[in-house]
């Protein structure tokens, strides 16, 4: 794994942190949409924000549309170690992510799986911090990002070494092959009156048994492969080492729909982009 990749991660935190520091920006603990969508406490503050040209052309420069920050009236640590996750167009827009991205490796991967024309759909660089990293609830990536057939994956790649102490990822073996739970899916809120949330839920939520679960470590430079219907999370970071990882996910378009009703849509700026080329040689 470049080194290069982390370090950048975290210069992008230092610069995003010493703005909120110049702008005594603050909103309770939530996730902050940044690309004009919101979720999570502090929305009016969060639209002030979004108007704001040098926070927006911070943005741009940096490519990240979604910033999840740890604030509460007063944080329990510094800002740049406050950070959660920075999203979802690494791929298109930084040039050491998108080298990531579509490194041979990662397409020699999706054609061992059988992807005939996959793209990437969207990106994320998820920072598990010391001490403060939160939980990622049990999950089923199609619930997000629903494809019809299934062709979903996630590649996940540790920076850092991704133990139990820290945070690595835990799975549910098995759970891929009984489709999604619940039929829990996130969609698109078609209830578009004021004051509504831009997306909303249906289906039911799984309780899922305990006792099923399994860590899965992986060194740093490692990577998972995760299949869109398995069912997995990530604890808290209780630690003092940070667990941060650069994640992506691709659908195969051959043959396959994919869902309207998904939060994310590809768009002119950034589109879903082919990990290789399928023209006849
Ligand atoms: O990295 C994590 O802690 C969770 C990532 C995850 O669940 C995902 O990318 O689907």
Not at 21 to 43: A, E, L, P, V
Not at 88 to 94: E, G, K, R
Not at 112 to 126: A, E, F, N
Request: net charge positive; proline share 6%; with cysteine.
């Amino acid at each position: 794994m470049n080194p290069t990749v982390l370090t950048l991660g975290h210069s992008y935190i230092r610069r995003l942190s010493n703005y909120c520091k110049m702008n005594r920006m603050s909103t309770n603990f939530g996730i902050t949409y940044i690309n004009g969508i919101m979720y999570g406490k502090g929305g009016t503050k969060l639209c002030n924000m979004i108007q704001d040209h040098v926070f927006q052309r911070l943005i741009s420069k940096f490519s990240p549309t979604i910033v999840v920050l740890q604030i509460g009236g007063k944080l329990k640590v510094e800002k740049q170690l406050s950070l959660n996750k920075i999203g979802h167009a690494l791929h298109v827009l930084n040039p050491v992510f998108k080298k990531l991205t579509f490194d041979e490796r990662i397409k020699a991967i999706a054609k061992s799986i059988s992807l005939v024309d996959p793209v990437v759909c969207q990106s994320m660089y998820i920072f598990k911090q010391p001490g403060i990293g939160g939980e990622v609830i049990p999950h089923q990536d199609a619930t997000f990002l629903h494809t019809d057939p299934m062709k979903l994956f996630g590649i996940w790649i540790a920076l850092e070494d991704a133990k139990e102490e820290n945070g690595c990822l835990y799975f549910i073996p098995g759970s891929h092959k009984s489709g999604i739970y619940g039929n829990r899916r996130m969609i698109r809120n078609p209830d578009k009156s004021e004051g509504q949330p831009t997306c909303t839920f249906r289906g039911e939520v799984e309780k899922f048994d305990d006792n099923k679960w399994v860590p899965a470590p992986v060194k740093k430079g490692g990577l998972v492969l995760i299949h869109g219907e398995v069912v997995h999370k990530s604890e808290k970071n209780t630690s003092d080492q940070s667990r941060n990882i650069y994640t992506f996910h691709v659908f195969d378009q051959k043959n396959t729909k994919y869902s309207e009703e998904n939060w994310l849509q590809p768009s002119e700026a950034v589109p879903f982009t082919p990990l290789y080329d399928t023209s006849p040689e």
